[in-house]
């Protein structure tokens, strides 16, 4: 399958501070991009999506000030966690799909957040 | 967003076929039905997917219901590697807003 290569795998910020995390498709124009926040024993949910070149759609609930979402090529999409605080210590994964319709999406190694 | 039903959890014992139901009975015409697999601390892996007519690859095979109403996810024989979370997942399409809403799946453990 195709290969999505989230970065960093993890990550320890002080609180107050910002953290960008870095998500490509390696073989693949991704048309769209996924942000997904997972708690622990916890299924992953949806925080934004992205579609290249244009600004990003977020779920009900996710501040869009705090968690900004760049899409700014076929191979790159960005989360930056703004002003963390440790309540938004969680597991960040993406995820890429191309634009043909059904087609399947690929998901990053997600990215260990924790602000301490 | 057309919702799934996965029980919580199922057993299977290496070496023996694996099958894990999905119900989704909400689904619409041109929803896509996705399976992804997940262990711990690493993001989802594909499976597979379909739309309705049954589907094979490497990893699985998946047989949907005439009525696409349910899908069933066969691994054929269960090896440890496939203990994991399993995610039925109703794609639904509609170009850009197309996304991927995950349930809470169902936990395979895989039994040497």
């Known amino acids: 399958g195709a290969v999505v290569s989230q970065h960093p795998s993890w990550v320890i910020c002080k609180s107050g501070t910002s953290v960008k995390i870095e998500c490509r498709s390696l073989?693949?124009?991704?048309?769209?991009m996924f942000w997904y926040r997972q708690f622990p024993k916890q299924s992953l949910m949806l925080m934004a999506t992205?579609?290249?070149?244009?600004?990003?759609?977020?779920e009900q609930g996710v501040e869009k000030d705090k968690f900004l979402i760049n899409h700014a090529s076929l191979t790159l999409s960005t989360l930056t966690v703004t002003s963390a605080h440790p309540e938004d210590s969680s597991f960040y994964i993406c995820?890429?799909?191309?634009?043909?319709?059904?087609?399947?999406?690929?998901f990053g190694q997600g990215t260990r957040l924790t602000v301490v | 967003d057309a919702k799934t039903t996965q029980p919580n959890s199922m057993e299977s014992n290496e070496e023996e076929p694996v099958h894990l139901p999905c119900n989704h009975s909400?689904?619409?015409?041109?929803?896509?039905i996705h399976w992804y697999r997940q262990l711990p601390s690493q993001g989802p892996e594909y499976v597979i997917h379909?739309?309705?007519s049954n589907v094979n690859n490497r990893m699985a095979s998946l047989a949907i219901a005439e009525d696409r109403k349910s899908s069933t996810l066969i691994l054929h024989r269960a090896t440890l590697r496939d203990a994991a979370v399993y995610y039925c997942?109703?794609?639904?399409?509609?170009?850009?807003?197309?996304?991927?809403?995950f349930g809470k799946g169902t936990l395979l453990t895989v039994n040497p």
């Open positions: 379909g739309l309705t």
């Open positions: 909400t689904i619409s015409g041109t929803d896509y």
């Open positions: 073989d693949f124009q991704a048309t769209t």
């Open positions: 992205s579609n290249e070149g244009s600004k990003a759609t977020y």
């Open positions: 997942i109703l794609g639904n399409s509609g170009g850009s807003n197309y996304k991927l809403t």
């Open positions: 995820s890429a799909r191309y634009g043909r319709v059904g087609s399947e999406a690929f």
